[in-house]
């Protein structure tokens, strides 16, 4: 049976516009607020605060981490002038660092216990610099207390009664119904700015798009309330949302579509996230160019396969070589697990693609994009990760944007991004692939 998507045609208004930017931008730069490096890029932090000064009415926000005490003071400073300050995030960051004790600091899982140190780090950096953090000096950035204090209510995916979505891994902000702003990056030093601890480090590559377009606003409005509740409502986040097709919105000649994660199994796939990324991949008649921090979903990888494309393709390294990777497809390899298994369902290419593989970026630095640009006219981004996670349990963000001259700077970011990267199979894992295989032929072998 054909799948037909529901558009639902929203009328443009005259001063309607699309944007995009890039904290690693090449032929612009910035000196950090925190640190005080001069990098090149640009300064998202200084676009959101913008965007929070010219509120009068209404400021709504869902991001998986807000951790940037910037911020969190100016979203205090519009609460105290009198706009209406809602915010979703993510239950594992709905934490005041400050507060935590020593035995609480030791129950974090690895990844947490890192941002608490960073947190404790940037404290003494901001304070007197004696290589202790005091507890003034971690309550003045604590922007979960900062926000607690000046009386901003804060909800995350637990506010429904569960255990939380897999993740509320949205990362937007609408602004008094009239402009929106839909970004790669959580609101966090390494997202935006880098790690301290690193001087080499200038952040995680991201984008950041400035809508301003009432019909998008509304559509997103929508998802905000459906987790903040409304209406006497409970919060609904994860498959307890009401599912919303793909809508677009005309915006001066501009055409943005969106959708938003998670599907319940009742949903047919072609109508979920990544259904609709593989019907664009599908459609793909010259080229595909993408980057991506997590490629596993096999679905996306077979969307590509057999075409004749022009394909350019990065993945953040920490997950390009994992035995899910869709890299490995399209490098035409395939990598055994410990327990002597391939990932279900791989299909290696033949031939395979050498045109795809791994940034270099600096020490600490991660890709953090998840976006593709298809024949050079049209861009998915969001928040979604290519990943069966991403549409069966997270609450996620999907555009898909057409227009050639947004396209044209994500290709110069993908431009960008190749001129240090290491592209094909790399030695070190070809070595790799042929021990595990040995290995898995030994009996009574570890794999």
Known sequence: MKIITLLLLIPFFAWSQATVHFNQKENMSFTDPY???HRQGENFEDMILEEIQQAKRELLVAVQELSLPHLAQA????????????????NTYHNAFSEFTPEMVLKLTPHMQEKFAEFKLLADFLGNKDGES????????????????????LKDDTADGSKGS??????????????LVVTSANFSLSDFFGD???????GNSNALLLIQSQGMVQIFREEFLQMWGQDNQKPRFGVKKNFRPLRRVIINGQKLSAIFSPFSSKIQWEQTSNGIIARELNAAQKSVDFALFVFSEQALANAMNGKSLMIRGLVEPSFAYREYSEMLDLLGVEILDPKCRYEEGNLPWIP?????????????????HKFAVIDGKKVIFGSHNWSEAANKNNDETLLVIEDSKIAY??????????????LGVPNWLKKRIMERETACRKPNSKY
């Open 35 to 37: 640190f005080g490096r």
């Open 409 to 422: 700077e994500f290709t110069k970011e993908v431009n960008r991004l190749s001129q240090k990267a290491l």
């Open 75 to 90: 979203f205090a400073d519009a609460k105290n002038r009198g706009v209406d300050v809602k915010i979703v995030i993510e």
């Open 196 to 202: 301290l601890s690193l001087t080499s480090s200038r």
């Open 166 to 179: 897999g993740l509320m891994h949205h990362k937007f902000i609408i602004r008094d119904g009239e402009s």
């Open 352 to 368: 395979p693609i050498v045109t795809v593989g791994i940034p270099l970026s600096a020490e600490g630095d991660k890709l953090h």
């Open 134 to 153: 005091s507890t003034e000096e971690m309550q003045k950035i604590d922007t979960i207390r900062i926000l607690r204090q000046n009386k901003i209510e």
